[in-house]
Each structure stands twice: as C-alpha cells, then as structure tokens.
C-alpha cells in the first residue's frame, strides 16, 4: 500500500525558507502527478504547487516564485522548498499523489494517496 509522510514543517520568521519533505513508501502505479496543499483554521484547502508525471509545474499566484515542488525518483521523495515566507504561508501543509484510473472512455485521475500533514507557523 502506498503511504505518504510529510516532515520540515516548523516555526520561522517572515522572510525565512522551509524544505518540506514527503517520503513516499510503496509504488503509484501510472499516477497523474503529486502536489503539495495546504489548510488554515479560516480557509478551505488550497493547492500550492502540483507536478505532473511529465514533469510540469502550476503555482497559485499566491505562491509562484517563492515555492518550488521538486521530486527526487531515485530516493521517491517530493519536496516543497518555501522561501520569503508570509504569515499567510502558515497552515497545515500536506503532500498528495494523484492516481490515475482507466475507464471506457479514456482515464481518471483522482487524489487517492494524502500525507498527515506538517504544521508551518511563520510569524512577524
């Protein structure tokens, strides 16, 4: 079974970088892409960085030149590497992989494997 942990979450200055890191244990087969979401007390989930299985990236505005999803195959770990960190940056982040699923009429993808999830604080 496919497992996700998540760990580099912590407390840091405005200004400052974090490198999360996801291990994942076992193997996706033919997975969509994997992504980094994050969750605060007053929002709803947000993604915030997403790689797909060929290699392309999506930021949200909210992000895009601070944040950079990479993964390492060799090792199978998917990073978040955050740097000028906001105090809006701060919630529960969490890596996810997308698997993909056939049907009749093609394929499905859907988010089928989530980490527990690590706190980041980023304060003032």
């Known amino acids: 079974q496919v497992q996700l942990m998540e760990s580099g979450g912590g407390s840091v200055k405005t200004g400052g970088s974090l490198t999360l890191s996801c291990i994942v244990s076992g193997y996706i087969f033919d997975h969509c892409g994997m992504a980094w979401y994050r969750q605060t007390t007053s929002t709803e989930r947000e993604r915030v960085a997403y790689l797909s299985v060929e290699g392309a990236t999506v930021y949200p505005d909210s992000v895009k030149g601070r944040f950079t999803i990479n993964h390492d195959k060799s090792k199978n770990i998917l990073f978040l590497q955050m740097n000028s960190l906001e105090v809006n940056d701060t919630g529960v982040y969490t890596c996810?992989?997308?698997?993909?699923?056939?049907?009749?009429?093609?394929?499905?993808?859907?988010?089928?494997?989530w980490g527990p999830g690590t706190q980041v604080t980023v304060s003032s």
């Open positions: 996810a992989a997308q698997g993909r699923k056939l049907n009749p009429f093609g394929s499905t993808c859907s988010w089928d494997y």
